[in-house]
């Protein structure tokens, strides 16, 4: 599938300022501005993957899994705070299935997310790359990973789990965890807006990443950005159904690490893995 992907340019700017965006307006502030991202356009081509059992972790920072889950479309919309703890549960029962060279696995997030009406079109005309809605999250259409390596940012700013504070601090300094996403469409099968991956091993980690500052109404979080680079090479699951996870590593603890019919809606769920 040919398409464009959208960077963050290789500029000057980014050599004394950091990069930074926000998904909330600010326009009552003078001289404020959303971001200073800028975006550069470049075409690409998507490799449908064929053999979901290929992809490793470990090695290229994303897998798939295939498993059922019990999680209702229209309910996660309407009560996201009830339905969240029993996910969170199914999601990290199918991990520890899944994984077992963890002996712990934390969730600490659920995002849902929601393509409005006029996308991807709209993004295209705008310096930043995500709308805000107070309903649910719209789609990132920039080249991105959720987190940095830097550990004081992921350590603790999203936890609303107090009693780990301790245990992640001790595992992050052993580098002994994994901080990653398990995506899937809430419904399926869907090939709107479907989830590109960009294989780890096709990225230069000192020439291609970018650290940006996230401002959320309630958080300040930081992720990493991509730079173009013609050695990456991107994939996508064709038809994509509600039982085929997507888990690709945000963050390691070690320090390397690794996302027709109706629009797309999308579940997410991040966790921390201990080893």
């Known amino acids: 599938m040919d398409t464009r992907i959208r960077y963050l340019s290789r500029s000057p700017l980014f050599e004394t300022d950091k990069a930074f965006s926000t998904d909330f307006p600010v326009d009552h502030v003078e001289g404020a501005r959303r971001t200073n991202h800028e975006a550069e356009h470049r ?3 998507i490799t449908a993957v064929e053999d979901p059992s290929h992809w490793e972790l470990d090695v290229h920072g994303f897998c798939f899994v295939h498993a059922k889950t019990d999680l209702a479309a229209d309910n ?14 199914e999601i990290e029962a199918i991990l520890h299935k899944s994984f077992p060279q963890y002996s712990r696995i934390e969730s600490f997030d659920l995002t849902v997310n929601g393509a409005g009406p006029g996308l991807p079109g709209i993004l295209a005309h705008r310096t930043r790359s ?11 259409s920039t080249a991105h990973c959720n987190y940095s390596q830097n550990e004081g940012y992921w350590k603790d700013k999203d936890f609303d789990l107090l009693k780990l504070d301790c245990l992640l601090s001790l595992f992050c300094h052993l580098k002994l965890m994994n901080e990653h996403s398990i ?24 020439e291609d990443i970018r650290l940006s500052d996230s401002i959320r109404r309630d958080l300040v979080s930081e992720a990493s950005l991509l730079h173009h ?10 038809d994509q159904g509600v039982g085929d996870l997507l888990v690709f590593r945000n963050a390691n603890a070690r320090g390397k690490g690794a996302r027709k019919g109706p629009p797309r809606e999308s579940v997410e769920v991040r966790v921390v893995a201990f080893y």
Request: proline share 10%; with cysteine; aromatic share 20%.
């Open 76 to 89: 996660v919309y309407k009560n996201k705070k009830e339905v969240q703890a029993a996910y969170w549960y």
């Open 130 to 140: 995500r709308g805000y809605r107070d309903e649910y999250e719209q789609p990132s």
């Open 229 to 238: 680079n013609p050695t990456h090479r991107w994939y996508y699951l064709k």
């Open 183 to 206: 995506w899937r469409p809430l419904r399926g099968p869907t090939d709107d807006w479907p989830l590109a991956i960009c294989d780890y091993t096709t990225i230069d980690l000192d």
């Open 43 to 45: 075409p690409m081509s």
